[in-house]
């Protein structure tokens, strides 16, 4: 999309300001389907960090995603320009990846069609 939709654009900030990340969605995007559970954009940095953190070869880029010391800054524009899902999964056929759930971001003006909703799947 050359303009994000504004009604997805509208839960995105919601998601932000009420600092919720029970919002399940799923999004189709050039070459992928993921479905998961939208966060804001400062709870999903952080939770990126720590996974960083943990690992003894990456851990130097936890610092790409921890604010520096005035908190996070709001998006230029005012309005979120990105989706971030944490316990999502791209669906591939009938099997979700990674299984156990991983941390996406996504352009809203990448986002051609949306449900709410996780997006079941099987693999049986």
Avoid: C
């Avoid at 051609?112 to 997006?119: K, L």
């Amino acid at each position: 999309m050359s303009h994000p939709d504004e009604l997805l654009v509208g839960i995105a900030a919601m998601v932000e300001s009420q600092h919720s990340s029970r919002m399940s969605l799923t999004v189709v995007v050039p070459g992928a389907v993921i479905t998961g559970r939208l966060a804001p954009e400062a709870l999903w940095k952080e939770r990126v960090a720590e996974v960083l953190r943990d690992s003894e070869h990456l851990g130097h880029f936890a610092a790409a995603f921890t604010p520096p010391h005035g908190g996070d800054q709001p998006e230029p524009g005012g309005g979120p320009t990105h989706l971030h899902f944490h316990v999502a999964r791209i669906l591939q056929g009938s099997f979700g990846i990674p299984d156990t759930g991983g941390m996406y971001r996504v352009a809203l003006m990448d986002v051609s069609a949306w449900t709410i909703g996780d997006i079941g799947y099987s693999d049986q």
